[in-house]
């Protein structure tokens, strides 16, 4: 078979030229190689035999100088080339773009200084708000059921009571009859008298079931808690010390177990410690725990067989699979056949219902209402901070549009100037989030002491990891805001750009002015939200602090003189008068008194009211239950001293003692609720006793003016008055003055030792003092509140100026054109003040919208002021016009100094 012709070999000088170029061309460059080879033997085969030699050395040399420099400029390629990998070296892009993040930040301290501060400001209120919210609302309770632990409440709604609590029977019946509670917890809050272990002095006990400990999983660090057995009424008193009280008083001794001291002069033995730990049952922080058998009263026939006796707190227990409504449901139509099986024990006129909530809601719900309150305040400051620190950045990106076209022409792509935008606003933000936990820091104990007044649950407060977590998602989430919300200041044509920046003319400038006017006039319409909610609380404070409490305020001073002697004194209520009699004594006769008076409570310091069961002589009705009434034993001369006025008949005299027949004063509204139009002098009235019986008559002699005891924004209560002689002696004592009432102060302790040398005295403070301690929430909420709203205003007003400022430098040529065609200069001043009062005007209305919404949440928190009150909005509105033509004078100012000569010389 006859094969194909092979082609004919390439002479030795192609294919060595062929082999040398290998190495001088690129690899990969095949198609390069190929055409020069070919090229090459083509030529060399066209070339005389005779000049073959001198035409392939010149070729040859040639390969040898290209060989030469492609060794050279690899050598300096290879010199310059990063010895580390990938990630190294965007590691490394990414150092080398902070650097010049920070000496471009650092070039431009103003800008840095007023973004760092403005937006630290705004995350550190945002930051203390937040950790406050975070462990009252947030956080869940301590305990493994939590979720289960519900909280009954017992309100008379027609009479005005939030909750009248429960008594023993009722709850047994509940404890019998329900399916959906597994457990029912009893708690009484309960103050004492502590004799046996350091000075005494006065404590908070919790009277508790005891499947208290258990339902909450609180368990002994040391010995024991209640058992079913404590509960019986002949048991021996106990108390279990909270860990806090133990290591305070105790010295943390383990061998207080076992040991007793004396709880309203009755031994009690200690037989267990806590673990620390919060416990919230209470209204207070409790120091112990006791059984029921450590207090005469709740072991007495009343507490113990009285349906109307209603003085202990309920929780509830959900059994395994049971939910809150079908709770509510069950325990709703049990209260129901209550009602009718009881209609003497649920009067109509008191409206008794029934309430079930998760014992959370119940803890925090006086608080809640606040602190949402003032979270909403300080969000609106970051709104209005992040606004402001928008406009600035907006400022600066217009400056630097020759920058940005520079990069942009030289090959950077949007992608990298976004990424360089984003590490310096990343800078800012997160310096400025480090600023605002200073700022948090330093303000969390005072946010912590004012929370405290609205709930017990203030230990679970700090900058935790969540805390931290939320600080640093806003820092982050600012800093995208910032680095990708504006446009980059170049236009398309950088040409344009190039020959634009700098002139005054910035490309866009039109687009970019609309969108910082609009972040101006949201700045506005935030504050004048804000100063609304501002203006409506400070008008509350204002109408509290004029409420008449019933009593005068000036020059009197009270104190408390506890009796401490318990059961080692006989009959230690007439030591107790003998001591009392002789204080006043002694005391009405040094100079300066005018007057002094002992009670068991003074007003702001009068024990919340309790239900009572009175009988009206010459009535049908065997007693009529009162949901809250306040019994208050008095000495002589109490009207007198806190200057509350007698509308009817006398007050009481030292004659008024054990020898003569019982008598009472009841304030006005006692009076009404029992005697209507009637007149209730020389009418006699019962009590009721703790025992289930009645007590003796007792004959009405006076009427007395209604007084806020119990706080200036509360109703009036139902006040019984009886005589420290005929009732018992109180520890509270009041003296009023002609001067200075402090001043007595020393001198009365001095007086009281010599008296009683055990008697401590204690908790020195005027009636204008308590007035004040009242009114401190509603102080400290204004005080919260005004301090952000102005916050916000200041930095509107500064959002304002800088708005305009910059606005003026861009119209520079223009003013000064306007001014070389014969514009006066005020005409100019008006143009610019305009710009910033019609700004303020729109913010001016749509705050006025937002705020006539917003305010109605507020209804809780103010004081005889409407949500919507037209003095408030209107002076709020005078005020943010006024603060923003103030901000507009100094640009608008500048304005009219341009020279036009040197505008049109740059134009």
């Known amino acids: 078979m006859k094969g194909k012709s092979l082609p004919p070999r390439p002479p030795v000088a192609v294919r060595l030229f062929d082999r040398l170029l290998e190495l001088v061309l690129p690899k990969g460059s095949w198609t390069e190689h190929a055409e020069t080879v070919e090229v090459f033997s083509d030529l060399y085969v066209r070339t005389p035999r005779r000049k073959k030699p001198a035409m392939l050395f010149r070729e040859l040399r040639g390969l040898a100088r290209l060989f030469s420099a492609r060794l050279t400029f690899q050598r300096e390629a290879n010199r310059h080339m990063p010895k580390h990998p990938p990630f190294f070296n965007r590691f490394s892009d990414t150092f080398a773009g902070i650097q010049h993040a920070i000496r471009g930040l650092a070039n431009n301290p103003g800008y840095t200084f007023a973004f760092v501060l403005t937006l630290g400001l705004g995350i550190g209120a945002n930051t203390a708000i937040f950790s406050i919210v975070n462990g009252v609302l947030l956080q869940p309770l301590p305990y493994p059921d939590a979720d289960r632990i519900m909280y009954m409440k017992q309100p ?23 399916r959906t509670i597994s457990e029912f917890v009893e708690f009484g809050d309960w103050t004492f008298t502590v004799v046996g272990h350091g000075d005494p002095h006065r404590a908070t006990g919790g009277l508790v079931s005891a499947n208290y400990f258990d339902v ?18 002949a048991a021996t008193p106990i108390a279990v010390l909270t860990h806090e009280y133990w290591v305070r008083v105790f010295g943390s001794d383990p061998d207080a177990i076992g040991t007793s001291f004396e709880l309203n002069s009755k031994p009690v033995t200690i037989v267990g410690v806590l673990e620390p730990g919060s416990h919230y049952a209470g209204r207070r922080k409790q120091d112990f725990y006791v059984n029921y058998a450590s207090n005469d009263h709740y072991v007495g026939a009343s507490m113990q067989d009285d349906r109307t006796h209603r003085m202990t707190d309920a929780f509830a227990l959900l059994a395994p699979g049971a939910t809150l409504e079908q709770a509510r449901t069950e325990l709703g139509a049990l209260n129901d056949r209550f009602h009718e099986a009881f209609p003497q024990d649920y009067p109509e006129r008191f409206g008794f219902d029934l309430d079930v909530l998760p014992w959370r809601e119940q803890l925090t719900s006086s608080a809640r209402p606040t602190l949402l309150m003032l979270l909403g305040a300080v969000g609106m400051v970051l709104l209005i901070a992040c606004a ?11 400056k630097r549009e020759r920058e940005f076209a520079v990069r942009a022409a030289l090959g950077a792509g949007k992608g990298q100037l976004r990424k360089q935008l984003l590490t310096e606003t990343l800078l800012l933000s997160l310096a ?31 900058l935790d990891m969540s805390v931290l977590g939320f600080t640093l998602l806003v820092a982050v989430g600012a800093a995208v805001l910032f680095a990708f919300g504006p446009g980059l200041p170049f236009s398309k044509d950088l040409g344009s750009s190039l020959t634009s920046a700098g002139s005054g003319r910035a490309s866009g400038g039109v687009a970019r002015r609309r969108a910082q006017k609009l972040l101006v006039v949201s700045q506005l319409t935030v504050s004048f939200v804000l100063l609304i909610g501002a203006g409506l ?32 004194i006989n009959n230690a209520r007439e030591w107790n008068r003998q001591v009392f009699t002789e204080i006043r004594r002694q005391l009405k006769g040094y100079p300066g008194v005018r007057s002094v008076a002992v009670a068991n409570a003074v007003p ?8 009572a069961t009175i009988r009206v002589e010459g009535r049908q009705e065997d007693g009529i239950q009162s949901p809250a009434a306040a019994f208050i034993s008095i000495s002589p001369d109490y009207f007198e001293t806190i200057g509350t006025r007698l509308l009817r008949g006398r007050d009481f005299t030292m004659s008024d003692d054990t020898l003569s027949a019982n008598v009472a004063i009841l304030n006005a509204t006692m009076a009404e609720a029992y005697f209507g139009d009637d007149n209730p002098l020389g009418r006699r009235i019962a009590f009721l006793g703790n025992q289930g019986n009645w007590g003796e008559w007792h004959t009405i002699v006076g009427i007395a003016a209604d007084t806020k005891s119990f706080g200036l924004n509360g109703s009036d209560v139902g006040v019984v008055y009886r005589p420290a002689d005929q009732n018992f002696w109180g520890s509270t004592i009041a003296i009023r003055t002609i001067g200075d009432p402090m001043l007595l102060v020393e001198n009365a302790r001095e007086i009281i030792r010599q008296i009683d040398p055990n008697r401590p005295v204690e908790n020195f403070a005027t009636l204008g003092d308590l007035r004040s301690e009242d009114i401190a929430p509603w102080r400290l909420n204004t005080t919260l509140f005004s301090t952000f709203a102005l916050l916000a205003l200041v930095i509107a007003a500064v959002g304002i100026a800088g708005v305009l400022a910059f606005n003026v430098s861009q119209r520079t040529n223009e003013f ?28 001016v209305v749509t705050g006025g919208v937002v705020a006539y919404g917003l305010t109605r949440l507020m209804t809780g928190l103010l004081f005889e002021v409407e949500p919507v009150d037209p003095a408030t909005f209107a002076g709020v509105a005078v005020l943010l016009l006024g603060v923003a033509g103030v901000g507009s004078f100094l640009p608008a100012r500048k304005a009219t100094l341009v020279n036009p000569i040197d505008a049109l010389k740059s134009e």
Do not use: C, W
């Open 388 to 398: 402001n620190v928008a406009n600035l950045t907006l400022t600066r990106l217009v």
């Open 216 to 233: 909450l999983g609180i368990r002994p660090q040391l010995g024991r808690t209640l058992t079913i057995e404590d509960e019986d009424r």
């Open 156 to 178: 008379a709604r027609l009479a005005g009571t939030e909750n009248s609590l429960f008594s023993f029977p009722e709850l047994a019946e509940y404890r019998a009859e329900s």
């Open 537 to 568: 609380l400070v008008r509350s404070l204002v109408n509290l602090t004029r409420v008449d409490p019933g009593f005068d305020l000036e020059n009197v001073v009270t104190m408390d003189a506890i009796d401490f002697s318990g059961g080692r």
């Open 604 to 611: 702001f310091k009068t024990q919340s009211p309790r239900p």
């Open 816 to 843: 000064g054109i306007r001014m070389s065609l014969g514009a006066d200069r005020s005409n100019v001043l008006m143009m610019v003040l305009n710009e910033g009062t019609k700004m303020a005007a729109i913010g």
């Open 432 to 462: 400025g989030a480090g600023f605002g936990l200073v700022v948090a820091k330093g303000s969390l104990d005072l946010l912590v002491s004012y929370t405290s007044r609205f709930t017990l649950r203030t230990g679970e407060i700090g």
